[in-house]
């Protein structure tokens, strides 16, 4: 197999889990993507956290996302001990950008707009960590 038809994998550290994403972690460990929304100003937002990033309101609320969305931009990384990875930032459907890993692709290809669909992925002792795959 040629490098860029390989699929790309290689090991994520466990994130840190903190009080303010706890949640967000626990339901990743069940497979589920959760993203907060501001019942202020009503927009989604991530990563998570407790006060809204657009007004700064404490008014915010976990909600349960299919992950889903588009590739905004991606740079892939040819120089790694583990092979060639990639990440960029997703656009969910919902509208928050997550900067993340893609997987279950060949590096050439991810195309900017391809649409993508959220997955977990183990990390080295700590909760699975979100990853986008072609949807
Ligand atoms: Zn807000």
Not at 28 to 47: D, M, N, P, S, V
Not at 65 to 87: C, F, L
Not at 124 to 132: I, M, N, T
């Amino acid at each position: 197999m040629s490098e860029a038809s390989a699929h790309m994998t290689r090991p994520i550290p466990a994130p840190a889990v903190s009080i303010e994403t706890k949640p967000f972690w626990d339901a990743a460990a069940e497979g589920r993507f959760l993203i907060k929304r501001c019942t202020e100003c009503q927009k989604a937002f991530w990563y998570p956290r407790a006060m809204c990033p657009f007004c700064m309101s404490a008014e915010t609320v976990w909600e349960e996302s299919p992950g889903e969305g588009v590739i905004y931009t991606y740079s892939v990384m040819h120089r790694s001990p583990t092979g060639p990875y990639a990440i960029g930032y997703v656009t969910l459907n919902e509208g928050p950008a997550v900067l993340t890993n893609f997987v279950d692709v060949a590096p050439d290809g991810l195309a900017i707009g391809m649409k993508v669909r959220v997955k977990f992925q183990p990390t080295e002792g700590g909760p699975p960590a979100p990853v986008f795959a072609p949807a």
